[in-house]
T-cell receptor, first 115, second 114 residues
Framework: GESVGLHLPTLSVQEGDNSIINCAYS??????FIWYKQESGKGPQFIID?????DKRQGQRVTVLLNKTVKHLSLQIAATQPGDSAVYFC??????????????FGTGTKLQVIP | DVKVTQSSRYLVKRTGEKVFLECVQD?????MFWYRQDPGLGLRLIYF???????EKGDIPEGYSVSREKKERFSLILESASTNQTSMYLC?????????????FGPGTRLLVL
């Protein structure tokens, strides 16, 4: 079946380095993608989103890249800080299904920042 | 900013008990959702609601029911709690409309069923 997945379950980076977290999706009908950050014991927090008519979107220290040709999504975090340590997961919006915009969530990648 | 609150951060219940999880959002969102989150499985949709008194089954509705009497409040009910319902429960809300809308999450309720 179609799914949203992440290539690396755990990513360790040195403080100050850039982080790249990847996500593969398989539903070509998906047209909206979101990255969430979830700190330990907390609910997911919206980071950044991108629509399928875009290839790149930048926020504060974060950039999301979308490659529709290979159905790949990535989250880049610049100058990674200890506060960035969390689980990051992507979500794809596959459009309406019975009045509801069906969203599928990935299982997440744990980012560990080494001081 | 969107604020989604959940009534409890941690709950411990016994098998067979009736459990109520409450969720409130303050952004006048039409859509509300209940998910459970388990290690290695990601977020799985239990129920959602796109209007007051409206509810729809998600991917894993068995053993759960919901109630939406007011727009801002969405309750998840475990009629008879079982140990396999031990999990992290997340509530979310979003606007309704023709464009894709982001779901905003509450802090979660970690439920332990003994």
């Amino acid at each position: 079946g179609e799914s949203v997945g992440l290539h690396l379950p755990t990513l360790s980076v040195q403080e100050g380095d850039n982080s790249i977290i990847n996500c593969a999706y398989s539903n070509s009908a998906s047209d909206y993608f979101i990255w969430y950050k979830q700190e330990s014991g907390k609910g997911p927090q919206f980071i950044i989103d991108i629509r399928s008519n875009m290839d790149k979107r930048q926020g504060q220290r974060v950039t999301v890249l979308l490659n529709k040709t290979v159905k790949h999504l990535s989250l880049q975090i610049a100058a990674t800080q200890p506060g960035d340590s969390a689980v990051y997961f992507c979500a794809e919006n596959m459009g309406s299904s019975g009045g509801y915009q069906k969203v599928t969530f990935g299982t997440g990648t744990k980012l560990q920042v080494i001081p | 900013d969107v604020k989604v609150t959940q009534s409890s951060r941690y709950l411990v219940k016994r098998t067979g008990e009736k459990v109520f999880l409450e969720c409130v959002q303050d952004m006048d969102h039409e859509n509300m959702f209940w998910y459970r989150q388990d290690p290695g499985l990601g977020l799985r949709l239990i129920y959602f609601s796109y209007d007051v008194k409206m509810k729809e089954k998600g991917d894993i509705p068995e053993g759960y029911s919901v109630s939406r009497e007011k727009k801002e409040r969405f309750s998840l009910i475990l009629e008879s709690a079982s140990t396999n319902q031990t999990s992290m429960y997340l509530c979310a809300s979003s606007r309704s409309g023709p464009t894709r809308e982001t779901q905003y999450f509450g802090p979660g309720t970690r439920l332990l069923v003994l």
